[in-house]
């Protein structure tokens, strides 16, 4: 197998799980946080329903930093996100590491400085 072919096999094998990270959404109304934990600001609040492009979540799927509508980025509740998995929709709390979503770490200074600058409370860090 040559390296080109390889790389494509890499992709595509990739590709089910990225695609599905477009497919999760809200389970109810949901406050979209600054970080992994309600003591952090509210970027916004979304109804149920809303679509969530899931970026990875915090180690034992507590947390998930998402992508909302309007490219709005922000930490979920996990337990606030359904996942179709198997024909049926899942919480991915329960489910995130069986469908292979990321375990990702959470920088205040990195994430923040990405996404937040003009937010009034970005010096509250």
Not at 22 to 48: C, E, F, T, W
Not at 51 to 59: I, K, S
Request: net charge positive; proline share 9%; glycine share 10%.
């Amino acid at each position: 197998m040559n390296v080109k072919h390889l790389a494509w096999v890499v992709v595509a094998a990739v590709m089910p799980a990225v695609a599905s990270a477009q497919d999760a959404h809200s389970a109810k109304q949901i406050n979209m946080r600054a970080g992994p934990a309600r003591d952090y600001p509210l970027v916004a609040s979304y109804g149920p329903g809303t679509p969530l492009a899931v970026q990875g979540c915090t180690d034992g799927y507590g947390w998930c930093d998402v992508i909302a509508p309007g490219n709005v980025r922000g930490w979920v509740f996990a337990g606030n996100i359904i996942y179709p998995f198997q024909d049926q929709e899942r919480p991915l709390q329960m489910y995130g590491s069986v469908v292979g979503i990321p375990i990702i770490s959470f920088s205040i200074g990195n994430y923040w400085g990405s996404y937040y600058p003009n937010r009034p409370w970005f010096r509250d860090r």
